[in-house]
């Protein structure tokens, strides 16, 4: 499958995204720097996740008509995807901080990570069908 808008344009987007929810999420965390790298993390895992399911997961269900495998085949690299972003993160947090108290607890960070990832997963899918 051919993606909607060049290299360049795809890139300034994630960037404004990445400006976006740095602002959002910013108080989140202690520092700027580890608000930015946690929101590159996660940019970074949405946008391999995306990715994988435009140019991969997706085109193949669609050329097979065997959605329910693709429905495990994206959960399964967004679950692997969610494992990595916590542990980068909390892997962040160990050398520039302290190691993160998991203040809500590995669960929550765990669900919350893997709602982000979906949420620009279904984003990217939407707008990727829009600009066809």
Do not use: C
Not at 103 to 114: E, K, M, P, T, Y
């Amino acid at each position: 499958m051919k993606l909607p808008a060049t290299a360049g344009a795809q890139l300034a987007a994630w960037l404004g995204l990445f400006v976006l929810e740095l602002v959002l999420t910013r108080r989140f965390h202690p520092t700027l720097p580890i608000a930015a790298l946690a929101t590159a993390i996660l940019l970074g895992g949405s946008a391999a996740a995306a990715y994988a399911n435009l140019l991969s997961l997706w085109p193949r269900a669609r050329e097979t008509q065997r959605y329910l495998r693709y429905a495990g085949e994206l959960l399964a690299v967004l679950g692997v995807l969610t494992w990595v972003v916590v542990g980068a993160i909390q892997g962040v947090y160990a050398l520039l901080w302290h190691p993160d108290p998991l203040r809500f607890g590995l669960g929550f960070n765990l669900l919350s990570d893997a709602a982000f990832l979906s949420i620009h997963v279904a984003l990217v899918a939407l707008l990727a069908r829009l600009m066809r």
